[in-house]
């Protein structure tokens, strides 16, 4: 008498299974793992995918995800700060490495500079906004540079010769990035 197995099915994805992936894959974005073209091929993998096994394949070469420490104002800040579902903000003083980044999914995110600590003479932002809006307010006397999709610049005037540089290099999905500040004509 055999035994007749019947293959057990596959646990179904949630919104929320699908939500927590397309972090995953932003935050590995911000990292530097995927480029543009696969983030869009993969979001599009998550979006159609109807069990954990479909999920997983979609990231099975990334690391897994892992706890963000917050950034205390004052304190030491790390290069690194993500929202999810609800905003992020950034001002006062603090010491801005050379390479930080941003990751907002469906939330805001403000980065203030007026009062930031540049640690070089050229500072690159990289800024993912998926479904949200990071504005980024700089100081007199910076020179930006941006790059990317969904970024705008506002600043006006010309920065001095030698001044420091913010290069934001961006990302917005369904989302904006917004870049303001003045720099007074002399």
């Known amino acids: 008498m055999s035994v007749e197995q019947h293959p057990v099915p596959a646990l179904r994805a949630s919104d929320r299974d ?4 397309l972090v995953r894959l932003h935050t590995a974005f911000a ?12 979001i599009d993998r998550v979006l159609a995918a109807r069990t954990h096994g479909e999920l997983g394949a979609v990231a099975a070469d990334l690391p897994s995800g892992r706890p963000v420490p917050s950034a205390l104002q004052g ?46 003479p050229i500072t690159t932002l990289r800024v993912l906004a998926y479904k949200s ?12 540079e941006a790059d990317g999709v969904g970024v705008s610049v ?31 004509r002399l």
Do not use: C, N
Not at 18 to 21: F, P
Not at 96 to 105: Q, S
Not at 133 to 144: A, F, K, M, S, Y
Not at 166 to 183: P, S, T
């Open 133 to 144: 809006t990071v504005e980024i307010t700089v100081p007199v006397g910076i020179r930006v």
């Open 75 to 120: 304190g030491p800040v790390g290069r690194f700060q993500v929202a999810y579902k609800s905003s992020v903000t950034r001002a006062g003083r603090w010491r801005l490495p050379e390479r930080f980044t941003t990751v907002v999914y469906k939330g805001s995110g403000a980065l203030d500079l007026r009062s930031a600590e540049l640690d070089g």
């Open 154 to 184: 506002e600043v006006s005037g010309d920065p001095p010769a030698g001044a420091p540089i913010v290069h934001v290099r961006g990302y917005a999905y369904k989302g904006a990035i917004r870049v303001k500040g003045l720099i007074p």
């Open 18 to 21: 699908r939500d927590e992936m």
């Open 31 to 42: 990292e530097g793992r995927l480029d543009e073209p696969e983030l869009d091929e993969r």
